[in-house]
T-cell receptor, first 112, second 110 residues
Framework: DGGITQSPKYLFRKEGQNVTLSCEQN?????MYWYRQDPGQGLRLIYY???????QKGDIAEGYSVSREKKESFPLTVTSAQKNPTAFYLC???????????FGSGTRLTVV | GENVEQHPSTLSVQEGDSAVIKCTYS??????FPWYKQELGKRPQLIID?????GEKKDQRIAVTLNKTAKHFSLHITETQPEDSAVYFC?????????FGTGTSLTVIP
């Protein structure tokens, strides 16, 4: 997985449920990001974290929450307040010294 | 904030021909411009990048050009092959976060 592991690969959520997507990295990168990908809309930033115990809202944070208790982990919770959560979710980490993003393999979330 | 526009949204070329994808950005503070390739159902992978102090960069069949004055940058793929078929994303970064274009779906016809 190139140092970033996302799980599960597929996730089904019932209406009104909260679900948590896992993202773990062993790259020792400080910055981590969550993106949502919808057809025809590219990648949109949900939340990002540049250091442990700190995170910032991205462009579409409403209905999502995150935590960053450990450098290696940046879980994303999709709450019941997110009205249209069906999408492909990508986690990324970045080495602050050379700018590059490394992406995880993604989680496809479907509301049933 | 930054706004990145990408064109075209779809592109079909014959095998062996060249493909060009163009992006524009709005924030003059952006200084790093990566390109990602995403195959169906897989993660985006970095294929080439360019920094604002460089006008052109080439890596085998792939090249990127940057025009800072006009705020646009382009991806050029020469001698296209069927395995080049994928969605390509451009991005612009000011060192804090990346702003992505909406993607170009490239199909190389054998």
């Amino acid at each position: 997985d190139g140092g970033i592991t996302q799980s599960p690969k597929y996730l089904f959520r019932k209406e009104g449920q909260n679900v948590t997507l896992s993202c773990e990295q062993n790259l020792n990168h400080d910055a981590m990001y969550w993106y949502r990908q919808d057809p025809g809309q590219g990648l949109r930033l949900i939340y990002y974290s540049q250091i442990v115990n700190d995170f910032q809202k991205g462009d579409i944070a409403e209905g999502y929450s995150v935590s960053r208790e450990k450098k290696e982990s940046f879980p994303l919770t999709v709450t019941s307040a997110q009205k249209n959560p069906t999408a492909f979710y990508l986690c990324a980490a970045r080495d602050g010294w050379n700018y590059g993003y490394t992406f995880g393999s993604g989680t496809r979330l479907t509301v049933v | 904030g930054e706004n990145v526009e990408q064109h075209p949204s779809t592109l079909s070329v014959q095998e062996g021909d060249s493909a060009v994808i163009k992006c524009t950005y709005s924030d003059s503070a952006s200084n790093y411009f990566p390109w990602y390739k995403q195959e169906l159902g897989k993660r985006p992978q970095l294929i080439i990048d360019i920094r604002s102090n460089v006008g052109e960069k080439k890596d085998q069949r792939i090249a990127v050009t940057l025009n800072k004055t006009a705020k646009h940058f382009s991806l050029h793929i020469t001698e296209t092959q069927p395995e080049d078929s994928a969605v390509y994303f451009c991005a612009a970064s000011n060192g804090n976060q990346f702003y992505f274009g909406t993607g170009t779906s490239l199909t190389v016809i054998p």
